[in-house]
């Protein structure tokens, strides 16, 4: 599976961010040339984070909310 079809399956699920307590949603994938898709993690508060694939530690839910 690519990095792409990966990021995109992450699309609505619950995540853990690398090295943090931080957790949240998927909530959209950037793609740019040249580079690793970019997914935003929506927070509490409303923050929103970018990180690539590698910043994720684990996917708390397999159920998206989409």
Known sequence: MTSA???L???GKKVKI???NEEGYVTNVLFSDNDPPRLSIGMKGAKVEQVI??????VLSQESFL
């Open 9 to 11: 399956n992450l699309l």
């Open 5 to 7: 079809n990966q990021a």
């Open 53 to 58: 694939l590698n910043d994720i530690e684990e």
């Open 18 to 20: 690398k090295n943090s």
